[in-house]
Nanobody
Framework: QVQLVESGGGLEQAGGSLRLSCVAS????????MAWYRQAPGKQRERIAG??????DYADSQKGRFIISGDTAKNMVYLQMNSLKPEDTAVYYC???????????????WGQGTQVTVSS
């Protein structure tokens, strides 16, 4: 089985920073990509940023404030969030596309999410 576990969420004041971490564990042969999504109350889940061996991508709305990075040796991905705003309040989810064996096609996996609350 594969698990994605996020950490680092919490309550932060507007203008502050938080760093989210996600570790993928279990039966993992290779990871194609990892990403961060978020879902605010009453809204659809939206992609924030992704990372592969070839580079990173960001949603237009997040460029400049959020930075995604990864540690492939540890199967980890991070999201540095700066200049936080109350509208950043959401549950943040880690997402990975990976293979559990060499024979398997890459499959998507989600973490359980971590709450980020930004107060004004």
């Amino acid at each position: 089985q594969v698990q994605l576990v996020e950490s680092g969420g919490g309550l932060e004041q507007a203008g502050g920073s938080l760093r989210l971490s996600c570790v993928a564990s279990g039966r993992i042969f290779s990871i194609n990509s990892m990403a961060w999504y978020r879902q605010a109350p009453g809204k659809q889940r939206e992609r924030i940023a992704g990372i592969t061996s070839g580079g990173t991508d960001y949603a237009d709305s997040q460029k400049g404030r959020f930075i995604i990075s990864g540690d492939t040796a540890k199967n980890m991905v991070y999201l540095q969030m700066n200049s936080l705003k109350p509208e950043d309040t959401a549950v943040y989810y880690c997402y990975a596309v990976l293979r559990t064996t060499i024979l398997q096609d890459p499959s998507p996996y989600w973490g359980q999410g971590t709450q980020v609350t930004v107060s004004s």
